[in-house]
């Protein structure tokens, strides 16, 4: 059994730039010898990503947009990947978002918009989007999305985001359920904090990724590559029995009190 992605194919969904968690999967399977399919939001990043995916010189890749709070656009894109691909092997789902007002004090004062926000598209796109996947993925595969150890814990700031990822853990284990009939396994990454776009702005981002350099007992804050590797692993067959999981790629740093 090998770790080679010749002749699958998958859909990544969530670059931004290279920094981008999303774009550190996609290289280790491109590595691996995958085709590969991407999706953006909005207009804001298409250049980018295209100008990103240029570099992988792979005349096979697509591009297609993907605003998973469009159920539209989600249908439309897996139409298009039908009609171009055919058959799917996977999907990498690295999509989150809330309000940045929503992001620091305390978790109370979140609205019900900005609840429902924050579970629309870090929570409820990852259901969406299996159920349009599973009708391509049909010599069976596997679907990774991404989470952090916040939804497990109370972690400062984190707060609505916290809520929705554990809906989405949760989502994981009942999808498992739903898609292992149909070959189709699904999981989750949970990742140390990363520096990328969506951690911008985060007033202590340094000194979260201090402590970790010396509490976690890895002594070493997580790459893009570490995430990537773990995620090459759940698209292979080397994880055909492994499903409905939450795979921390964080140094350790969970099991410390
Ligand atoms: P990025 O900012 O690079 O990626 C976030 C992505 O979410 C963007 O590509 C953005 O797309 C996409 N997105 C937001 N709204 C929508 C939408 N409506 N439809 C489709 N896509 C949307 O950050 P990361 O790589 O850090 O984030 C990827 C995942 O990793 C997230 O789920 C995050 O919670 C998780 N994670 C991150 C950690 C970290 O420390 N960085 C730690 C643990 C988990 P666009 O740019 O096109 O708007
Ligand atoms: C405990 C922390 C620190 C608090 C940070 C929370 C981060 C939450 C993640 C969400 C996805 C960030 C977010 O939605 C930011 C947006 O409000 C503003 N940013 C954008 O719109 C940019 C341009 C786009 C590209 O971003 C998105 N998401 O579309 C957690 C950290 C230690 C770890 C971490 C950063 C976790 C995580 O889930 O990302």
Same mark, same amino acid.
């Given at each position: 059994m090998q770790l080679s992605l010749q002749g699958k194919t998958y859909v990544i969904m969530g670059v931004a730039n290279k &920094? =981008?968690?999303a774009? *550190? %999967?996609a290289r280790a399977l491109h590595a691996a010898g995958a085709r590969l399919i991407f999706t953006y939001a909005g207009e804001r990043f298409e250049n980018e990503v295209k100008k990103l995916v240029a570099t992988l010189e792979d005349e096979t890749a697509l591009v297609l947009p993907c605003d998973v709070t469009k @159920? #539209? $656009? %989600? /249908?439309s894109c897996f139409a298009q990947i039908k009609e171009q691909v055919g058959v799917i092997?996977?999907? /990498?789902?690295c999509i989150a978002f809330a309000n940045k007002e929503h992001l620091e004090g305390e978790y109370m004062n979140v609205d &019900? $918009? *900005?609840f429902l926000l924050a579970h629309n598209i870090s929570a409820y796109s990852l259901t969406a989007v299996a159920k349009a996947a599973k009708e391509l993925m049909t010599e069976g595969g596997s679907i990774v999305t991404l989470t952090y150890l916040g939804g497990e814990r109370v972690v400062q700031n984190y707060n609505v985001m916290g809520v929705a990822k554990a809906s989405l #853990? /949760?989502?994981v284990k009942y999808l498992a359920n739903d898609l292992g009939k149909y070959g189709i396994r699904v999981n989750a990454i949970s990742a140390g904090p990363i520096r990328t776009l969506s951690a911008k702005g985060v007033g202590d981002f340094n000194s979260i990724l201090k402590e970790i350099e010396e509490r976690a007992p890895l002594r070493r804050t997580t790459t893009q590559e570490e995430v990537g590797d773990t995620a090459l692993f759940l698209?292979? @067959?080397?994880s055909r029995g492994v499903t409905g #999981? %939450? %795979?921390?790629?964080? =140094?350790?740093?969970?099991i410390l009190a």
């Open positions: &920094r =981008s968690i774009w *550190g %999967i @159920d #539209e $656009e %989600i /249908a092997h996977g999907v /990498a789902h &019900r $918009e *900005g #853990e /949760a989502s698209f292979s @067959d080397l #999981e %939450i %795979i921390h790629v964080d =140094s350790g740093y969970h």
